[in-house]
């Protein structure tokens, strides 16, 4: 299903270019579409009034005819338009609501407690269904629903290619979702949905090369090149989390040692925080542990690292000197302008940022830092759930595909 057969006037191409230069300009005027478009005014009146019959656009301020006229202004109706982004990850399932501008009306989130696919199917359903409810009290329809799925995801025939957390290999789950709820449904990689959400209304917005970096239990990155997703030949680019940083380190999950994952990751770092309290060397870290310290939470270190304890701040600062390492190997292939950084990490990123970028600062091959901005993720929290949202409203603003990276 797509969501341009439910809403008919953007099955062309020129409505979805318009609608596409409303959304980034905010308020804009026929004239200034016709300017940066190119078509023609009077195509643009007629594609205008389409949008303005269909509730998609409505029209703002009057202009004032007696003394120098302001022109007419359009801007998106942020009623007009509702999507559902889910994400998956290992032990959550977030959901939110969006608008047509964007907009978040609707959060929830529920873990993860059982891995079993039924399980886990069980709780996605319950906060799709939870959502639609919501929507549907207050009287709107949704037009379909972006799923940020963690793991192998190939996005074109929406199946979760695997998902190793909770065991999942070729799951078909667009078209589950879809014939259950009968409404669109798009699917990509987390991190993937997370660079497109910042590409779109986040803090890439305009940035044609971007790699926005995912770091939780695992690490990921999605890669925005000229200003498209770009998915690798296996739908595996951007797996940054397996780069060896530490040669004969810790063995990582995938078998290999050393990889970013093993030293960088919140689990890895909780494990050595834990480690360091086992071995009495961190009195003041286990002063912040509620339960037993050996089991120190990742809420806990947080709280550790936000009132500065010593540990608790060396230890991402170690883990950060490996994120910059493997964030500099990435950035001298794909010589981005921006670098986002996000994930569970987000609440004590402050913490984190000075010491990436300081060995981002050594270690980049010098040409590559002029334009290059290493910035904290702009839609925060929201980025992975808005990212799948995206993956729908991405269809209403942008024309077709086809001009994509070709697979392999
Ligand atoms: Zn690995």
Known sequence: ????????????????????????????????????????????????????????????????????????????????????????ESNTVAGVVT????????RMQVPLLDSRREAVMEQVYFVIDSLLNQVRARGFDVGGIGVAMHGIVNSDQGISVFAPAIEWRDEPLVTNIESKYNLPVSMDNNANAMAL????????QAVENVLAVKVGSTIGSGIILGGRLFPGTDYSAGEIGHLTVLPGG??????????????ASTEAILRRGRDFIKQGEAEGLKAFAKGDPDLLSFEELCEATLAQEPTALRL?????????????????????????????????????????????????????????????????????????????????????????????
């Open 197 to 204: 959400g910042e590409w779109w209304f986040g803090n890439g």
């Open 316 to 408: 991402w600062e170690e883990g950060a000197a490996h994120l910059g390492l493997a964030l500099s190997y990435t950035i001298n292939i794909l010589n981005p302008a921006k670098v986002l950084i996000g994930g569970d990490i987000y609440p004590v990123l402050d913490y984190i940022l000075p010491k990436v970028r300081e060995t981002v600062e050594v270690q980049v091959f010098q040409p590559l830092k002029s334009h290059l901005r290493l910035e904290p993720l702009g839609l925060g929290k929201d980025s992975v759930t808005l990212g799948a949202a995206t993956l729908l409203l991405q269809d209403i603003f942008e024309l077709p595909k086809s001009n994509g990276w070709a697979m392999g």
């Open 99 to 106: 608008n047509f501008k964007a907009q978040i009306t609707d």
């Open 1 to 88: 299903m797509d969501i341009r057969d439910q809403l008919p006037v953007l099955k062309e191409n020129s409505p979805r270019l318009v609608l596409g230069h409303i959304m980034r300009a905010g308020s804009i005027s026929r004239a200034d579409i016709a300017r940066q478009t190119g078509l023609h005014r009077s195509t643009i009146t007629r594609i205008v009034s389409a949008l303005l019959a269909e509730g998609f656009v409505e029209e703002r301020g009057e202009g004032d005819i007696e003394f120098g006229r302001k022109p007419v202004m359009l801007e998106l109706v942020a009623d007009a338009v509702h999507i559902l982004g889910i994400a998956i």
């Open 250 to 263: 810790p063995r990582c999950k995938c078998g290999n040692f050393g990889c970013l994952e093993t030293v």
